[in-house]
């Protein structure tokens, strides 16, 4: 069996910089990312939290860590460059993992104002639900 190194991307936006809108983000888009790929955190390699610097409350892999299973993933925050243009209060993530599936389609996932960083993944975000609804 050949194993292949797969990344999922994702991010959200946070309502203001506070540790509770903070938390509340960190695990909306964990729990997305984590159903919608069906994603074994065994295989985890590491994950990268990069955010804006209007947020400084609190640290997304310290949320992170709190999770269950989430205790022994290598986990990273580091400050999005900044550019005058950027989403405010935005978090981003990049979830690295080995996969025994070369082929396997993972799901990236953009939620809350974050969805107009990828608007080609909100659309099919968009068909996702609608096919799953009907």
Not at 89 to 114: G, K, S
């Amino acid at each position: 069996m050949t194993w292949k190194v797969k990344a999922i991307r994702g991010a959200t936006t946070a309502t203001e910089n506070s540790m509770a809108a903070i938390r509340e983000v960190v695990h909306e888009l964990l729990d997305e990312i984590e159903a919608r790929n069906d994603l074994d955190l065994s295989e985890v390699v590491n994950v990268t939290f990069s955010v804006t610097r209007d947020l400084d409350r609190v640290f997304p892999a310290a949320i992170a860590r709190q999770r269950p299973h989430w205790q022994s993933v290598p986990l990273l925050d580091v400050q999005q460059m900044y550019v005058v243009t950027d989403l405010p209060y935005c978090i981003r993530c990049l979830i690295q993992f080995n996969t025994p599936d070369p082929a396997l389609e993972v799901q990236h996932v953009y939620l809350r104002q974050a969805k107009t960083l990828r608007p080609d993944r909100s659309l099919s975000e968009a068909s996702l639900s609608a096919a799953t609804a009907g």
